[in-house]
């Protein structure tokens, strides 16, 4: 009997303190400078063909023009 009562005492132990919130809060993101050169340099996408295809999704048509580069 003595037995059961520890065991019982430790898992009522166990569970309180896993009900306990000792949660920190988190620390604020570090102020980031913008760097206008970035965000001026947009990327030059190279040109490439489309061809004329079409899916039927359930009746659906749904047009593919791009599935070559896949």
């Known amino acids: ?3 059961q009562s520890f065991f019982a005492t430790g ?3 166990l569970w309180l303190a896993g ?3 000792r949660s920190e809060p988190e620390p604020a993101a ?3 400078e ?9 990327p030059e996408y190279p040109i490439t063909r ?3 295809v079409t899916d039927s999704y359930h ?3 749904v ?4 599935r070559w580069l896949e």
């Open 1 to 3: 009997m003595r037995i």
């Open 11 to 13: 898992l009522a132990v």
């Open 19 to 21: 009900c306990s919130d």
């Open 30 to 32: 570090p102020a980031v």
């Open 34 to 42: 913008p760097n206008p050169a970035a965000e001026s340099a947009a």
């Open 50 to 52: 489309a061809v004329d």
């Open 59 to 61: 009746g659906v048509e």
């Open 63 to 66: 047009a593919d023009p791009y």
